[in-house]
């Protein structure tokens, strides 16, 4: 059975107020009277169900502004009214019926129009919830748009209102003419007009001259100067408009009589549905409080236990927002092998506000209300919960301090279990200090060994020690900066904290002296023992600190060796590409060579030996070999330092890469063959044949053509010379397509690059291409678009260029040319 303690558990935590804040949200009464029924749940079902709706709706809140939120009358008392025979709603109520009906019937078309996997717990609610068009029609019948009961309510109301707006037509015409016939006698002044007195229409007349309108007099102005006169033409027919009057009230009475009697067999249903509005509306009120809050709805374990990460308590939230600064989270774990936290430090340091933290939030919790905590939290269920926190002396009942803390621990030994949660602030005070905390240690351990839960807070030594060496309970500390005197509002768990009591002392300016005659009573040991805790405190905080900065290092780092074997990677692939290409435009050169030599025999045959035509023939042959081979000496330069440049540039990344502090498996040295420099090699699985330059221990550097590489030696093979021969002639009559590819690239190279809102990832990977591009074409300046924004790319590109050993240098763009947003780089 849920058992919370003392009465006011709720004032001492703050809860009042947060029923106050749900009470702010509701729309009616309905929701209100819910709000004053919240109470502690234990039973896991109705709990979830509760948590589970509020979320819900919290999202719904979110997501959906369209949800009906107009018209939560409460009609339960109108109601309730009808119960007894001959009673009847007032025109007002049935106009609030309809309106509220409505709203009802709204919100049961919203949720039902939603996804059932959406909201599926509202969607429970509309089971509870029966509704009746023809109520809703049998009012439209009776009621305007505007809230007037129609002429047409029943068929005599429609004939009385007719004849009562004839004979008002007629009185009114009759004392219009009244009126201007006594103006004309010159027996009222000109701008005088039709009055009401005592709701009969009276014309207003000088009192000297009364008697000569004949009539009836009705009443007299304060200054009895003037009389207001009923004309006896008018009298008779103001009286029947009067028993008209009666009538029609006596009609509209006896309609909504019947409308009563026609709806009394539905009050059952009808309350239901104002039970469903109710609880709409507290749970709406639930849920925007917990948007307000941040709040949400953590994993739910069926057993009492916490586990909850950047906890905050609302109501400080609040008032801190107020004063634009923000709340440091809580971190806090109760599991049932470390059961109580025994938390210490300096004094307004934040113990009790912890403590307050943990109470508020497990109770609003299972009072069905979302807390403020991570989405990475859990919670438990909790059967009771206690507190001891204030002063709770009494004068009637002789109880100092120390004995009403008596009398709380007294009533938690008794009935506390392994699923209650305890909460003490400052455990043991109120008494001598040295008796005080062997009595709250013996209390303490008597707890623990029942398996409760709790959050203690104390100054006692011993109570430190002794949570330091029992199982099932976890010391905790306040953080305090001992440099500024300040405290810092967060829990570390693990360690005791000190109370800074001399240094607190120091800071107010207490006399040197009296702090070392303190010393002195107290004794060396306490002091040391004390600064100790501030000494470990303070070096874990340093450590922790050097931790994360090391990681972030190390990240770095990681990502930088990450990004340079891509980066590799491609260059590798490019590389493999070029040769295949160039591969095959020499099979293509070597035809067309071919035809040509063919067309050269045909030709000289043809002439039959001439010796002009032959030698015409041979020169152009001779023409066409130099130039090919011209071509070929000038471009073989070109290409050469081209790719000696892009294997300079890869080297360079290659070192950086190697200076990363990242583990990889060594490979065991080739022991296939012993290489020799001259020896002809290709790679595994291609066909392109290189010569050996220099042989190591574990890589063999190779000259594919005029590009040198460095392999590994389990992936090269020999062969022989003869086919060596035989690549080498192929490969050699590539270049003149290779040179002719460049040219035709270099003229259509643009020197720009636009990577506006593009990723920083895919900017970077676009960059290192068009860099790689510009050092094959030999062109030496560059222009990146990147726009300037909030600048963010602009430095990640730079950060990238600065690590590229192919930029010289690079600088933003003239203001007139684009400034900022533009930057140029300069090619080493």
Known sequence: MAKIYPDNFETKIG???????????????????????????????????????????????????????????????????????????????????????????????????????????????????????????????????????????????????????????????????????????????????????????????????????????????????TAYVEPAEVVELNNEIRELEYA???????????????????????????????????????????????????????????????????????????????????????????HILLISGPNAGGKSVCLKTVGLLQYMLQCGLLIPVDETSRAGIFDQLFIDIGDEQSIENDLSTYSSHLMNMKFFLKNANDNTLILIDEFGTGTEPMLGGAIAEAILDQLNQMGAFGVITTH???????????????????????????????????????????????????????????????????????????????????????????????????????????????????????????KAEAEKILSEANKKVENTIREIRESQAEKEKTRAIRKELETFKEEVVQADTEQDEWIRRKIEKLKQKQNRRKEKKEAVPVKKQVAAPNEKKELAPGDMVKIEGQ???????????????VAFGQLRTSVDRKKLEVVSNNEAKREMRGLNRTKSNINKNISERKLTFKPDIDIRGQRAEEAISNIQAFIDEAIMLDVHELRILHGKGNGILKEVIRSFLKADPAVRSFRDEHVQFGGSGITIVELG
């Not at 702010?24 to 948590?51: N, Q, Y």
């Not at 008032?319 to 809580?330: A, D, I, Q, Y």
């Not at 066909?687 to 550097?701: A, N």
């Open 460 to 582: 006692y030594t011993n109570l430190k020690h002794f949570a330091s060496s029992a199982e099932g309970i976890e010391n905790g500390a306040m953080m305090y900066d001992s440099h500024r005197m300040e405290p810092l509002f967060q829990l570390q768990i693990g360690k005791p904290g000190s109370s800074f009591a001399f240094e607190i002392a120091r800071k107010i300016g207490m006399p040197e002296i009296i702090l070392e005659e303190a010393t002195n009573k107290i004794g060396k040991d306490h002091i040391n023992f004390d600064k100790h805790l501030r000494d470990i405190l303070r070096d874990k905080r340093y450590w922790e600190s050097k931790r994360q900065r090391i990681r972030q290092v190390e990240k770095g780092l990681d990502e930088i060796s990450s990004k340079y074997e891509v980066d590799l990677k491609k260059l590798n692939e490019q590389r493999k590409q070029i040769l295949e290409e160039a």
């Open 687 to 701: 066909s392109t044949i290189g010569e050996v330059l220099e042989v190591g221990e574990k890589t063999v550097v």
């Open 248 to 338: 029609e009230k006596r009609e509209i009475v006896k309609i909504l009589v019947e409308f009563s009697n026609d709806i009394r067999p539905y009050l059952t249903e009808l309350m239901g549905q104002y039970e469903f509005l109710g609880t709409i509306d507290f749970i709406r009120a639930k849920a925007q409080l917990g948007n307000r809050m941040g709040a949400i709805k953590p994993r739910i374990d069926l057993y009492g236990q916490l586990e909850w990460n950047k906890a905050v308590h609302p109501l400080l939230k609040f008032n801190l927002e107020k004063e634009k600064r923000t709340v440091v989270p809580l971190d806090i774990c109760l599991t049932r092998e470390k």
């Open 15 to 225: 809860f009042d107020r947060i029923r106050e804040l749900i009470k702010g949200s509701c729309l009616s009464t309905l929701g209100k009277d819910k709000v004053d029924e919240i109470t502690f749940l234990t039973h896991p079902g109705r709990l979830l169900f509760e948590l589970s709706a509020t979320e819900e709706f919290s999202k719904l809140i979110i997501e959906n502004d369209t949800f009906p939120t107009n018209y939560y009358f409460d009609l339960r008392p109108a109601l309730s009214k009808i119960k007894t025979e001959g009673r009847f709603l007032e025109v007002q109520e049935l106009f609030d019926l309809k309106r509220s009906l409505e709203t009802i019937m709204a919100i049961v078309r919203f949720l039902t129009n939603q996804k059932d996997e959406t909201f599926p717990t509202l969607k429970k609610l509309l089971e509870q919830v029966k509704v009746f068009p023809y109520v809703k029609e049998r009012i439209d019948q009776i009621l305007s748009p505007y809230g007037k009961i129609k002429d047409s309510a029943s068929p005599e109301l429609g004939r009385i209102r007719r004849e009562l707006l004839a004979k008002q037509n007629n009185v009114s015409k009759r004392l219009h003419s009244i009126l201007k016939q006594a103006q004309r006698d010159g027996l009222i002044d000109d701008d005088a007009s039709i009055s009401i007195r005592d709701g009969r229409p009276v014309i207003p007349i000088s009192s000297a001259v009364k008697r000569k309108l004949n009539g009836i007099v009705h009443d007299e102005s304060a200054t009895g100067k």
